[in-house]
């Protein structure tokens, strides 16, 4: 079927199931996506955050990628030459869990299958099930260039890995050694400190006495975690606190496990905390890992990998965390040296991917030495080679950075980038590039690799140049590197941003992104955090089932606020479809009312498409520099307005008489409007691509929205004069059908309207403009003049006055006694409010919303009031 004009018609209603899909594999046959590196064109770059192999697409990526996507569309359209390239995380810990799972299920763990196995069920995981987030993305509309997908752990990113770990090694950057770090008694792993979350439990603080060697009494001591008494080999005293100074060098006998420790002076010690003495526990926590150094103390491990209390703990072994603090507090007690128990919430630090309480344990690791990276990333930042946007999350990139610890990047896992040292018989290490056959100290040829891997972050942290095929100094590093703007939620900073400068900063200089911009988290509509315990998550799936895929990434956008949170609700996704559907009526309207393409014919024009041309080049103006600005809510904003209330409803009805009259006005008209309707559709194709690609090609009849190009700058339609003259009549419109909505006259109802005009010169513009004033505004017919002495309603809008005659409009009394009515009903209800919010009673005893809730429903009364009384007013002229 087709328009009389030759066009394809347009089905009356838009069903995106049918448009959504075959629209994107058109997009992939035309291979619009793929980058081409050779090109002359200015470079716009972007790497996907690799989601989890694990992943599905949730609400967090859909905000995500729409953003990105936004980005790639824009600048695509504006004749940049875009890579934005996509990929997957091989996500350590979360993806073993998976498998680990599935084997739990058939009665295995991992060590039944060994780590080749093993590591075999895992890639075969990922061949079958992994990567479902792929085929998401496509229905999400991402516009990555597929023909460069990667993988943290395909070949080429694996030998970047390498490069990065053994080059560190060779610059004292990475080192190996015996730390207290974060372990997870269940993934059975180290943690880095980020990987742990710290949250307040309710605890206890239970007092020691530890008695001196020579039974001359007692030191008290105080610990959250009784049972890690067990491994003390100190207790310690600030050297300037008098209370203890005799004590300094003295022996105290450890009870329960009956060992003699000395008492040491340190100035770390908090004179302030419990007594001002402190047990020191080298291997179950920092701080006094630290002290044990200083003095030379040894370490007692008292726990096995599962945090159970093992041989060293005696009579207590084979007891976990929790059980052990129960039964030691208890020995403690029948011996008299528990002095009392106090209970006290504190932090306490979980395992992010298992939420088990993570234990602090000394343990040999391979660190990162972040400091002089951390310092050439902040460089980096402060001399502008990476800005944020916006630019307050500098604040906080400049603090984490600043109190950076050394990062333990070694994982005990089988899942990831095998950590490339091994060691000889005598436990000489070599760190290389190519797997050796003899150590690099002694000769020896029996060598074993080292069995952990590497943290997931080590390999994401690279991913800006890795996947352009470094270390090697390939055509697409140095076409699209440092890329242009990395996109991603506040949440990750730290995660990943810190890491990807520290790397990109130190071995591709100079930076890996030349802007970082933040958006929020996606929150339900009351700004409370998705969670599956709160049962407000949103499913993007269902979503894009229901309302179609422009719908959601609408509403998302809509709501993104520059690195604010993103507040959606369902409502708001049907509010977005329902801008589809508007569109796509104005898109049918346009289409079958006109055969014009292009920009509009030049010269004198008809009030209406000089003030539609001048709004269309302001907008265009604004949408820009919003989309530009990083704030593409403001810009969604601005484009909803245009279209739905400037274009589809007084654009559209303004130009209908004319268009129907035919000749050349009816040929101007058409023309203006399928111009505006062209302009207004790319504008929005960032946001929306689906259905703005589907009127687009059927407006103008090109191939695709998605090349451009972006709608030129057209700075002469700007128009003051039409803008303003048509503010008049807008008014004067709005104002007549606000009266016959709220004096409830009868649709049937054509008055004539009386308007005093202000000036000469609004006299001259209702007169020309009458007609569109009468149909617009259901009236019989506009006269000017001078005010009435019959019976008239009269309304003021801007700067005229308008008289409606009311016989045979409307029943005076009546509507004068339903005005009373209202009056009448609404003084009870705000005296009843009142009432209530003047009773103590009420204001002490109810909740505060409840009491929040009266308050507005009180100013809400007032409002009505306000408004009965203007209608009121509006009658009193008449008899
Ligand atoms: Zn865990
Ligand atoms: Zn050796």
């Not at 002290?291 to 370490?299: N, T, V």
């Not at 799936?541 to 369902?570: C, H, K, Q, S, W």
């Not at 009394?813 to 009673?841: G, H, Q, S, V």
Request: with cysteine.
């Amino acid at each position: 079927m087709t328009t009389p004009q030759g066009r394809p018609e347009l089905p009356k209603t838009y069903d995106p199931t049918t448009v959504e899909g075959p629209t994107y594999q058109r997009w992939l046959d035309a291979g619009v996506f793929g980058a081409d590196q050779a090109s002359g064109r200015p470079r716009f770059s972007m790497a996907l955050p690799p989601p989890n192999v694990t992943g599905s697409l949730h609400i967090g990526h859909a905000l995500d990628h729409t953003y990105q996507d936004y980005l790639a569309r824009l600048h695509r359209m504006r004749g940049f030459e875009v890579l934005w390239l996509p990929g997957m995380d091989h996500a350590g810990i979360a993806t073993q869990n998976v498998v680990e799972r599935e084997l739990a299920k058939e009665g295995k763990t991992r060590f039944d299958l060994g780590r080749e196995a093993f590591v075999e069920r895992v890639w075969a995981w990922k061949a079958e099930s992994g990567g479902r987030i792929l085929g998401q993305m496509q229905r999400l509309g991402d516009s990555v260039d597929w023909s460069r997908e990667r993988f943290t752990m395909d070949e080429g990113l694996s030998r970047a890995v390498r490069e990065v770990f053994v080059s560190l090694y060779e610059q004292d950057l990475l080192y190996r050694g015996r730390r207290i770090i974060n372990w997870c008694p269940r993934c059975l792993t180290a943690l880095s400190d980020i990987e742990v979350e710290h949250e307040e439990v309710p605890g206890e603080l239970a007092h020691l006495r530890y008695p001196l060697q020579d039974g001359s009494g007692f030191i008290g001591v105080a610990t959250s975690r009784a049972e890690t008494m067990l491994g003390d080999t100190a207790v310690a005293v600030h050297p300037d606190d008098p209370r203890y100074r005799d004590l300094v060098g003295r022996t105290v006998r450890l009870p329960l496990v009956d060992r003699p420790i000395p008492v040491v002076a340190d100035a770390a010690v908090d004179r302030e905390f419990g007594t001002g003495a402190v047990k020191v526990t080298p291997a179950h926590d920092p701080n006094d890992w630290e002290i044990a150094q200083r003095h030379g103390l040894p370490a007692v491990d008292i726990f096995t990998e599962e945090a159970v209390v093992n041989a060293e703990g005696g009579r207590f072994e084979g007891l976990d965390r929790y059980a052990a603090r129960r039964e030691v507090k208890a020995a403690l007690a029948e011996l008299g040296l528990l002095e009392r128990v106090e209970e006290t919430p504190h932090p306490v630090g979980h395992c992010y991917r298992c939420r088990t309480e993570v234990e602090p344990r000394l343990s040999l690791q391979w660190f990162v030495a972040t400091r002089p990276l951390a310092d050439e990333a902040m460089e980096a930042v402060r001399s502008g080679q990476t800005r944020f946007e916006p630019v307050r999350y500098e604040k906080t990139f400049f603090g984490w950075m600043e109190q950076l610890r050394d990062w333990c990047v070694s994982r005990q896992l089988w899942w990831g980038h095998r950590i490339p040292a091994w060691y000889c018989p005598d436990g000489h290490v070599t760190v290389a590039r190519q797997d050796p056959a003899a150590c690099a100290s002694c000769g020896a040829g029996e060598l074993a690799q080292d069995e952990d891997v590497l943290d997931t972050w080590f390999s994401s942290g690279l991913w800006p140049f890795s996947t352009l095929g470094w270390p090697d100094r390939t055509d697409d590093l140095a076409s699209f590197y440092p890329t242009s703007v990395l996109v991603t939620g506040y949440d990750i900073i730290f995660f990943w941003v810190a890491r990807m400068l520290m790397f990109g900063c130190h071995f591709q200089p100079p930076t890996p992104f030349e802007v970082v911009a933040i958006h929020g988290m996606v929150r339900d509509a009351q700004g409370k955090k998705m969670s599956k315990s709160f049962g407000n998550v949103i499913d993007p799936i269902e979503l894009m089932d229901r309302y179609g895929t422009d719908a959601l990434r609408f509403a998302l956008i809509r709501g993104a606020n520059p690195g604010t949170d993103v507040p959606l609700a369902e409502e708001w996704v049907e509010g977005a479809r329902n801008f589809a559907n508007k569109l796509w009526n104005l898109g049918r309207f346009v289409i079958s009312a006109t055969a014009a393409t292009g920009a509009p014919p030049a010269g004198a024009a008809a009030l209406a498409d000089r003030w539609l041309l001048s709004r269309l080049e302001e907008t265009r103006a604004a949408v820009t520099a919003a989309y530009e600005a990083y704030d593409p809510a403001e810009a969604a904003r601005l484009l909803h307005g245009f279209a739905w209330s400037e274009l589809a409803d007084w654009a559209v009805e303004l130009a209908k008489p004319r268009l129907a009259a035919g000749g050349e006005d009816a040929e101007r008209a058409g023309a203006t409007l399928a111009y505006a309707l062209e302009v207004t559709l790319r504008l929005l194709h960032p946001v929306m691509p689906f259905v703005t690609e589907e009127l687009g090609r059927a407006l103008t009849g090109v191939e695709t929205l998605t090349l451009g190009p972006w709608p030129a700058e057209r700075p002469g339609d700007v128009d003051p004069a039409a803008e303003a003259a048509m503010a008049e009549l807008q008014e004067a419109i709005v104002a007549l059908r606000r009266f016959r909505a709220e004096h409830r006259v009868p649709s049937s109802s054509r008055p004539r309207l009386l308007v005093v005009p202000a000036d000469d010169a609004q006299a001259a513009l209702f007169r020309a403009e009458a007609d569109s004033v009468r149909r617009l505004a259901r009236l019989d017919g506009v006269e000017i003049g001078s005010a009435p002495s019959t019976p008239t309603a009269k309304l003021l809008a801007g700067r005229a006055e308008l008289y409606l005659p009311l016989v045979g409009l409307l029943d005076l009394d009546e509507e004068r006694a339903r005005l009373e009515r209202e009056l009448a009903t609404l003084d009870a209800e705000r005296a009843r409010a009142e009432a209530k919010l003047a009773n103590p009673d009420f204001l002490e005893k109810a909740p505060g919303p409840v009491v929040a809730k009266a308050r507005e429903r009180l100013a809400e009364v007032d409002q009505a009031l306000a408004k009965v009384r203007a209608q009121q007013t509006e009658l009193s002229g008449a008899r």
